[in-house]
Every structure is written in structure tokens, then in C-alpha cells.
């Protein structure tokens, strides 16, 4: 859940790593650190509880020299240990050769730390990450005598201890480690605990745990795979294996992100920047693979034309979060189209329970970032009992694009913001194109409504684009609404995920109580709340098959004087007379609506935050993307 940078090369490191640090401030933290590599073989350590801001003024206080060009940094968010200066990384050994930086959590640290107190080892934090850092020292005792005598002895001993220390950890972690006695050199190791990147350059490298802390310095990139190790210096990178130490040739990437779009171009926050963002991400995501002429969808990669994508049986979609709201939408879309059976699993229960899949099973694995530890966990086990798997995500290179048979890129951009926003409308149009293709291979659908929804589909980014110009409006109704501390909302079918999703929006950034349930739901408990201090937004559109009942939840909510707003489509006055205020989208079939449904959910919880000066892109206690279980 945290942001690890790391550097060796010519220039001064200590900027750079604030600077990859800084770009990292979307992954959430309550604390941050460098340990910094002097020419003369001596180890800085600078650690803050805070902002970043915090760290950079330690850091001018320091007057740290530009002769110093490599080290590692960190922006933590508390597990074990509350986030204070003590509990932030890096970690040090007892003597203050190793220093490390660790994402994920350490299960057996507590046997590991009383082993190594009986040695005599000194903690300093109250973190499970310390032992790592003690771990490497205990190892490089045995390991400096073991190499000593051989060429390249210390080189070889350090990597030895660091790949000792990681086979005695039970749990995750990216890892990242530096010593006193290699002064350009960087290890870092993965084994879940979230993403590790190497990023390549001329006399330079760079490791990270996301692309956008690398995209100043460099687009050639590689990821590190669970149990591999990467050693790296100003001349070159090479990886091995945390479990035999033998090499392993990586394949390059070329990112297609520029450093540009991970900046916020004007608009005070990402998170506004990435809704706006958003008829642009839906071209990129339909681009060169609608064919509007016959319908049919060009998907990358030989899974999609294969013979299993004909003949499977059934389908499971795992997700976390937004992206499972998406894959709830997918549910409605897929059973409609191809008339199989579709579960949608949360991931972080799947594996809990005893899932009935097989090898007739295709398990959709939905993830903006490609590393929800939890999403990792489910494909993997979906994996053991059979099933193909298929990547919907917006991370090329990423671990679920890794191990997935087949990937559906959603070209979404980097989103920065914590909430998820045009990530989760290329993730409705990816399931959309997903839904076509299927439907074609499979002989689900006619030819002639294949090529019907495929023209509508590519109308969508204008007509997202049109709506997001009603953003003045839903301003004015923020100003209204920012002063109330619960919310309901509701929908029925294929709008009920959206409900739950604008829900979720309102209550990450503002930290107003809000819930989705579906409409017929209300009777059941949820109407016990409603007054007139309880708003409930209802989504209630005519293209919907439930549009009466819909309504009738309405009227409810009304003798209950409960204030009212309704989400419909234009023109609509039949529904627009029974709320106190309407937000109005244009008019589009029911399945297609979800995409811009939620568009003006997102702008509502966007200003309804601002206005309470909530910190929208950071909200309190999240981060973007989670790899802790």
C-alpha cells in the first residue's frame, strides 16, 4: 500500500527520490523516508511521520552533498506501529550498514524478532519490516566469511544474505535494500507485497513500486515476478531467483505513458482531471478495436480467438472495490448475451470458501492496477483449480496482465486519484467489448444487433464528454446537499452497482455515510432511516425495465419527507415532479447506461468533497492501490 523508490547513477540522488516519491502521494501514506549512500561508504537515514513535505525539510536541513547518487525511498502507511519518525522506513540494522524498504507485511515477524533478540539484536520500531533489515545482517556474518576469499567476495556475500534473509519471511513484500560496503549497488525482491519495477537507463536504474515515480527519467521498463530479485548498479540490472539464485532473462516494456499525463494539467485535483479525462480514455479503450462495418471487436492476443473461448461454461468475475462494481455491471451483461451462467466473487473472499470452478470455467479478473494483493490471491487460486483466466486492467505489465491467459488493456492512463474514476468506465466498456466479442464467436447475438451496439458504443465518449459539461449544475446541487451526514442510494438491475458505486465515491472523499441497495431492498430496513435529513439519490431511468418500481420507491421516500434527488434521463417529467432535484443524462438503452449513469455521481461526490476541503486525491486511510491482505 505504499511507495518505494530507488536509484543509482550520476546524479544526485536525494531529489530524485522526493521527487518519485511525490509522484507516488496517490498510493496513500502517513510517513516517509530516504537512506542515502555517501561516497565514502556511509549510510544516511532521513525519515518523517507526515506529508512528504515533512521529509523534504529534513532533507534541506541535512545539507545533503549532490556527490551522493544512489539511495532508496519510501512513503509508509502504518500496519504494525503507529506512523511516527521511529516506525518509518527505511529500517535499519543494529549497525547501520543495511537499510531497507519493505511494502506488504511480514506474518511470522514475531518468532523472527524474538529469534533475533536472543542473538542481540536491538529493534528500534515497532514494525514488522525491522526484522528484514536484521535479517540481512545476521546473513552477511555467515555470508562474509563463506565469500571472503573469492573474487567479487563482498558483491557475492551481500547477495547471498539479502536471499537468505527473504527465504526465512512468511508473508508478501517488495523489498528494496541497501549497504555501507556496496555503495552503488540496490537489491530489491518481490514476493506479492504489491508491484517492483525496473526502470532503465543510460549509466542509470531505477526501481519503483509504480511507472509514474519513473516516467521523468525513463519509459524502458521491467517487472519483477513473486520470488525474483534484481541487483542493480549504475552499469546494469540483472535478476535472479530469491529461491535457487539462478539468472533470469526479463523481457523490456516500452511505457506508453507520457510524463504529461500523470501530471494534473491545470485542474486542482487528479481526481477532477481524471473524470474529465474520461471521453478520452473510452476512445482510447474502443480505438482499433471496434469494427463499426460488421461489429465485430479485434481483441489482442491469440487467448481471444482460441478454441476455449467457444466452448467454456461458465464464468466468475473477481474484483475489489470500484472494479467490482464493474464486474456486477458485467454480470447483467454477459448472462444477457451469452446465456451462460456468471458469478461475480469479491477476491479478497474467494478463496475462503471452496469455489465450484473447473477447466470449463473463464475467470474475469478485473484490476485497475494489475497488483490488488487479494485479486492476485483469487486468480491464482482459480488458476490451481482449472480455470482459464482473463485480465480486464490498465496496467500493461503488471502481475495480473502476467499471469492471465488472456488480457483486455482498458489504455485508461495512469489514474492517480485514490478514486477510481475513468478507470472504472473503461472497465464497463472493456466488459462491453468483451460481451461483443464473446457473442460473436459464440453466435450469441445476430449480426445485425452486434454491429447496432457496437456503432452505439462508439458513440459513448461524446456523449460522456456532453455530460460532463453539466459539471456547473451539479456544482450548484453540491452546495445544497454538502451539509447532510448520511445518503442512500438506489437503483434497480443493471443500475444497482452504480448506486452502490456512487456511494462508495461520496463516502471515500467526503466521509459522508452513504450506502447503495437496490430499490427493492427499501422495505427490508433501510426506509427505517429515511427523514428529512437523510437524502436518497434514486437512478430512475425510462429505459429501464423497472422504471415503475423505481418510481414507487420514490413516492416512499417522499411521504417519509425525505429529500429527493433523481438521476434521469432528459425530458423525463414523470420522475423529475416526485424529486426535489433532478440531474438529467441523455437518453440510451439500458444495458449502454451504467457508463453514463455514473458520471454525474462522480462529479457530485467530487464537489460535495471540495467544498467540505476534504483531501480528495489522498483521502484519510486509503490507498490506491492495496497489497496487504
Not at 137 to 151: F, I, N, T, Y
Not at 407 to 426: N, Q
Not at 449 to 461: M, N
Not at 503 to 516: V, W
Request: charged residues 25%; glycine residues 8%.
Amino acid at each position: 500500500m505504499c511507495g518505494i523508490v530507488g536509484y543509482t547513477g550520476p546524479k544526485p540522488a536525494a531529489p530524485l527520490l522526493l521527487n518519485g516519491l511525490a509522484k507516488l502521494e496517490y498510493r496513500g501514506y502517513d510517513s516517509a523516508g530516504l537512506a542515502l549512500l555517501t561516497p565514502q561508504g556511509r549510510l544516511k537515514i532521513i525519515k518523517k511521520a507526515g506529508k512528504i513535505g515533512n521529509l523534504v525539510a529534513a532533507v534541506k536541513k541535512a545539507h545533503i552533498s549532490p556527490t551522493i547518487t544512489a539511495g532508496i525511498g519510501h512513503t509508509r502507511w502504518a500496519t504494525h506501529g503507529h506512523p511516527t519518525d521511529r516506525n518509518a522506513h527505511p529500517h535499519t540494522d543494529c549497525g547501520g550498514e543495511v537499510a531497507v524498504v519493505h511494502n506488504g507485511i511480514v506474518e511470522n515477524y514475531e518468532k523472527l524478532k524474538k529469534q533475533l533478540q536472543a542473538k542481540g539484536h536491538h529493534f528500534k520500531s515497532q514494525t514488522d519490516s525491522e526484522v528484514l533489515a536484521h535479517l540481512i545482517e545476521e546473513g552477511l556474518k555467515h555470508q562474509s566469511a563463506v565469500h571472503s576469499r573469492q573474487p567479487a567476495g563482498k558483491a557475492k556475500a551481500w547477495v547471498e544474505a539479502v536471499r537468505w534473509a527473504l527465504s526465512q519471511i512468511e508473508g508478501t513484500y517488495s523489498v528494496v535494500a541497501v549497504y555501507e560496503r556496496e555503495p552503488e549497488s540496490l537489491i530489491g525482491a518481490r514476493a506479492g507485497g504489491g508491484g517492483l519495477v525496473v526502470g532503465l537507463g543510460k549509466d542509470e536504474n531505477f526501481l519503483a513500486s509504480d511507472v509514474p515515480a519513473l516516467l521523468a527519467h525513463t519509459r524502458r521498463v521491467y517487472y519483477l515476478d513473486d520470488n525474483e530479485m534484481v541487483i542493480l548498479s549504475p552499469s546494469g540490472t540483472r535478476v535472479v531467483s530469491v529461491l535457487n539464485g539462478k539468472p533470469i532473462p526479463k523481457k523490456v516494456s516500452e511505457i506508453q505513458w507520457s510524463a504529461e499525463q500523470a501530471e494534473k494539467g491545470g485542474y486542482p485535483h487528479f481526481m477532477l482531471k481524471e473524470i474529465m479525462e474520461q471521453p478520452r480514455a473510452l476512445e482510447d479503450t474502443f480505438n482499433s478495436r471496434l469494427d463499426l462495418g460488421t461489429g465485430e471487436v479485434l481483441l489482442e492476443g491469440k487467448f481471444w480467438s482460441s478454441p476455449f473461448v467457444r466452448e467454456f461454461k461458465k464464468i466468475t468475475l473477481l474484483a475489489m472495490g470500484t472494479s467490482f462494481y464493474a464486474a456486477m455491471v458485467g454480470k447483467f451483461l454477459l448472462e444477457k448475451y451469452l446465456r451462460v451462467p456468471v458469478e461475480v466473487d469479491n477476491a479478497s473472499e474467494f478463496r475462503y470458501r471452496d469455489p465450484i470452478i473447473g477447466k470449463d470455467t473463464l475467470a474475469i479478473v478485473i484490476s485497475q492496477s494489475g497488483e490488488t494483493v487479494d485479486t492476485l490471491v483469487a486468480l491464482r487460486e482459480a488458476k490451481a483449480k482449472g480455470a482459464k483466466i482473463a485480465a480486464i486492467c490498465n496496467v500493461m505489465g503488471s502481475s495480473v496482465t502476467r499471469e492471465a491467459d488472456g488480457v483486455l488493456l482498458t489504455r485508461a492512463g495512469p489514474e492517480i486519484g485514490v478514486a477510481s474514476t475513468k478507470a472504472f468506465t473503461t472497465q464497463l466498456g472493456a466488459l462491453w467489448l468483451l460481451t461483443l466479442h464473446l457473442a460473436r464467436v459464440r453466435k450469441a447475438m445476430p449480426p445485425a444487433e452486434l454491429k447496432r451496439k457496437a456503432r452505439e458504443l462508439a458513440r459513448l465518449p461524446m456523449m460522456v464528454g456532453a455530460l460532463l459539461k453539466q459539471r456547473k449544475a451539479v456544482e450548484k446541487l453540491a452546495k445544497l446537499y454538502a451539509k447532510y451526514f448520511n445518503f442512500l442510494y438506489i437503483g434497480r438491475g443493471i443500475q444497482y452497482p452504480i448506486a452502490l458505486e456512487g456511494a462508495l465515491k461520496l463516502k471515500e472523499i467526503s466521509y459522508i455515510h452513504a450506502e447503495g441497495y437496490p430499490g427493492g431492498e427499501m422495505k427490508h430496513g433501510p426506509i427505517a432511516l429515511i427523514d428529512s435529513k437523510m437524502p436518497v439519490l434514486a437512478i430512475a431511468l425510462k429505459s429501464s425495465g423497472v422504471y415503475e418500481k423505481i418510481l414507487n420507491n420514490m413516492a416512499e421516500v417522499k411521504a417519509r419527507s425525505g429529500k429527493l434527488i433523481a438521476l434521469v434521463e432528459k425530458g423525463d417529467k414523470l420522475a423529475g415532479k416526485k424529486a426535489d432535484h433532478v440531474i438529467e443524462i441523455p437518453a440510451i438503452s439500458e444495458d449502454l447506461s451504467p457508463l453514463l449513469s455514473v458520471v454525474p455521481l462522480q462529479l457530485l461526490a467530487y464537489e460535495i468533497a471540495k467544498l467540505k476541503h476534504r483531501e480528495i486525491d489522498q483521502p484519510r486511510n486509503l490507498a490506491k492501490s492495496v497489497t496487504v491482505e
